[in-house]
């Protein structure tokens, strides 16, 4: 599975969109883009993910870049509950198992 | 609420010993996956389970084992505990493996002494 980077912290105003960036400039035809966040030692919770086109729903919107070698979490209007660390992971549609975990996006959430 | 049920919550145990950490998968979810988060390693893959069978083997060590059983819940078993055993332990489960969507549990942490 191909590698992704994210900042590694970022900080958001109450009520503004967040947008977290993530690089995956390695990425194959065949991977897909997953983000799940992680509030405090809590159980990981999945958001989104998309292939190629850009993906929304309840949660956050997703955008993938035309040569799929970026792509941007949104989460549109950011509240103290969004506080957490952002994965974004880069996963084949044939690969059976794990989901590559790397350091995340430490997102700060302030009033 | 993910429907991934983890027990114990906290487990504490000394050095040399056994525990068995228990995951029970959303209604309806085949396969099984055991995390393990430590302070210096991050979120790393242990073992997948689908449908009762070993699907998928990460950097899980010679002491751990793990198991899917026919009502498709899992048990991860841990012996001759070290200090560095100390972390958080996730299950997930998704409906199959490949693409589907894997949920966690709220996880078992673990403080070996």
């Known amino acids: 599975d191909a590698k992704t980077t994210q900042p590694p912290s970022m900080d958001c105003a109450e009520g503004r969109a967040a947008n977290l960036p993530c690089n995956h400039s390695t990425i194959s035809g065949n991977e897909y883009v997953y983000w799940y966040r992680q509030i405090h030692s809590q159980g990981p919770q999945y958001i989104i993910h998309g292939l190629k086109n850009n993906e929304t729903n309840e949660m956050a919107s997703l955008i993938i870049t035309e040569d799929r070698k970026s792509s941007t979490l949104i989460l549109p209007h950011a509240t103290l509950r969004d506080t957490a660390v952002y994965y974004c992971i880069v996963r084949a549609d044939d690969s059976w198992g794990k989901l590559q975990f790397g350091a995340g996006t430490q997102v700060v959430v302030t009033p | 609420d993910s429907g991934v049920t983890q027990t114990p919550k906290h487990l504490i145990t000394a050095t040399g010993q056994r525990v068995t950490l228990r995951c029970s998968p959303r209604s309806g979810d085949l396969s099984v996956y055991w995390y393990q988060q430590s302070l210096d390693q991050g979120l790393q893959f242990l073992i997948q389970?689908?449908?009762?069978?070993?699907?998928a083997k990460g950097n899980i060590l010679e002491r751990f084992s793990a198991q899917q059983f026919p009502d498709l819940h899992s048990e991860l078993n841990l012996s001759s505990l070290e200090l560095g055993d100390s972390a958080l332990y996730f299950c997930?489960?998704?409906?199959?493996?490949?693409?589907?969507?894997?949920?966690f549990g709220p996880g078992t942490r673990l403080t070996v002494l």
């Open positions: 997930a489960s998704s409906q199959g493996g490949s693409l589907h969507t894997q949920y």
């Open positions: 389970y689908y449908n009762g069978e070993e699907r």
